[in-house]
Nanobody
Framework: QVQLVESGGGLVQAGGSLRLSCAASGSIVSINPMAWYRQAPGKQRELVAQISSGVLTYYADSVKGRFTISRGNARNTVYLQMTSLKSEDTAVYYC?????WGQGTLVTVSS
């Protein structure tokens, strides 16, 4: 069994920054790739960013230049640094890896 636990969400004003963290635990040696998804109210869940082999990254067009995904030094950790946040970034953010989902962390951006 693998568990992914996110943290770092919250309320921030437009233009502000937040850093999301995700740590995996359980019976798995290494998770690769790891990704962040988000789901806004009334919308489908969408891929925000993904990191493979610690260096290969993908970003949705809507977050390019504002969000940065990175792996942590601890095994099976991943971060999402979000800057220049906009109201349309408001969503529940989910960590994903090896077929497992975290429980989600809410990010609310006030305009």
């Amino acid at each position: 069994q693998v568990q992914l636990v996110e943290s770092g969400g919250g309320l921030v004003q437009a233009g502000g920054s937040l850093r999301l963290s995700c740590a995996a635990s359980g019976s798995i040696v290494s998770i690769n790739p790891m990704a962040w998804y988000r789901q806004a109210p009334g919308k489908q869940r969408e891929l925000v960013a993904q990191i493979s082999s610690g260096v290969l990254t993908y970003y949705a067009d809507s977050v390019k230049g504002r969000f940065t995904i990175s792996r942590g030094n601890a095994r099976n950790t991943v971060y999402l640094q979000m800057t220049s946040l906009k109201s349309e970034d408001t969503a529940v953010y989910y960590c994903y890896g090896a077929g497992y989902w975290g429980q989600g962390t809410l990010v609310t951006v006030s305009s």
